[in-house]
């Protein structure tokens, strides 16, 4: 007795599930960043002084000049595609463990008066995804119950067809509109 | 232009075989694997190291401290050690330090050994929770992204641009069937390139499920050994010219103006005498985590124009025996033990470089072999090794 269990490797797996809770201070810049979302429905980037680009969302210091972002506007809140995901793969909500429903689309949105590099990374409501293209013009909706979180803008919208602005403008508002 | 105080080369390596699930053994068990084939490749023995550098990517598996609990795997007990862990480009981060520790005089012997076993973790999660917790995690899908499909797509047509990504993929299997390490050995055949773009399993967009790299388990070990060692051991030595590093904001923003790639490759060639990295550089393997990228990055990486990137996989430049092999290893796309992949480009590269890959070292003379590293949220580092010593102590970091 004995021979089978020595002829065959036991494999024996420790499952384990851990979750943890987490409470991340935003510090004061994205403390008003967030404040400005939740009270006021605003999209508020901050600009170096000595380069002028946006940061969005707003960071403490200018990366490239080293030197404190100490301006702030408010961009948006309509702006334009400039790259998207259309995803298909189910992947879990880090911040809920829920499956989302796919597809779902997901964009980097120029908004209007942005400066420099500084696409806002977000959700789009787009009923058709395979009609996402760049250029598309899109409108941030906000949530009607805001905590101060990124959730607070739920989602980006579509707001009309394909505008004639090329891919990679970036600067500047967007024409008036009809 | 420092110099660096003295010549640094790799004189053995080692890997685990690569799978999806190695519940056979445990992190420690698998370690020992690539440690004591490093050890034999080069004949020595741990009596004979004095360092070790371990590293990985502790989100993935969550243990807080894996290089103590791996000493009895690895053999570093007593000795001098670092832990590392920078992402995706942790490997060869490890092989940058060592090379510093060995130029610098500290140590005469390094061992570098990087190690993820994803099956014990959640890759997908562990990735997503390196976003900004501010900002990002809420829409990361780990490092899953179709926007480089999208960007080849827009710029060379839907049916080229899917073609040359899904072919890139094939020569990446073909390579990885020659590799008896290699996790994923598909058997994908050319007569079927066109199948494969259109109808496998939807990720994002145009990235599908055959061109996005695996979530393996696996070690790598590399040894780096002084100038003084070299000549002491008669060793067969794959000399570090140079290494860079180039970091980026803290942004996921994948068409940004700046790629790191391209500002690395240029630093790297210019402060070494590269003009012309496609004849100069012998192989590159390359740390590809997806067929577009792998596609995208070759023109950033040899710094390309226009469509030459397309032409050398449709012109089959980049195979196994053409004039610039891409990753005779089979790649990321093949094995992704992630803490170690990085140090599997540089492994491999030095392979290439020794005359020791066996059945995927490419044909024609490897004197100059180039490895590469990538981190989300867009950093990169690339390594250079050459078969002949470097003149009077190679460049040093900068």
Known sequence: ?178 | MKRKRRNVAIIGSGMSKFSSHREEVNQPEMIHEAVVEALDDAHLTMADVDCVLHGNMELFEMVHQPDMWHVIGDGAWGKSGVRLTTGGTTGITLACAADNIVASGLHDLVLAIGFEKLQEGHTTGGITNMADPLWGRGLQTGALTGTTAQKVIDEFGEDRAKLAAIKLRTIMDENAMRNPKAHRRLHLDREHLKDYADTDLRLVGELRMLHMCSQSDGACAVLFASEDKVDQLNANPAWVVDHVTVHREETMIFSAEMSTHRAAAKRLFERNGITDPRKQIDVFEMYDPSAWWGLDWLSDFLLLEGDEHLKMVENDEVGIDGEMPINPSGGVMASNPIGATALVRVAEAAMQVRGAAGDHQVPKPVKLALASGFGGTLWTILMLLSKDKPQSGATTHG
């Open chain 1, 1 to 178: 007795m004995g021979d089978d269990k020595k002829t065959e490797q036991e494999l024996i797996v420790s499952r384990q599930v851990l979750s943890i809770p987490q409470r991340f201070s935003t510090g004061p810049v994205m403390g008003r960043f967030l404040r400005e979302l939740r009270d006021n429905k605003r999209i508020m980037a901050n600009r170096c002084p000595q380069c002028g680009r946006h940061q969005l969302p707003p960071r403490e210091v200018c990366a490239l000049c080293r030197v404190e972002a100490t301006e702030w506007d408010e961009l948006g809140p309509e702006g334009t595609v400039r790259d998207f995901d259309v995803v298909f793969y189910a992947s879990p909500d880090p911040l809920s463990g829920e499956t989302r429903k796919t597809p779902y689309v997901a964009c980097w949105a120029d908004l209007d008066g942005t400066q420099g590099d500084a696409p806002l990374w977000h959700l789009l409501d787009a009923p058709d995804p395979s009609k996402v293209r760049p250029g598309l013009r899109i409108r941030a909706v906000f949530a009607d119950q805001r905590k101060g979180s990124m959730e607070d803008i739920k989602h980006f919208e579509i707001i009309d067809e394909p505008s004639r602005r090329e891919h990679g403008d970036r600067t500047g508002p967007s024409e008036p509109r009809p």
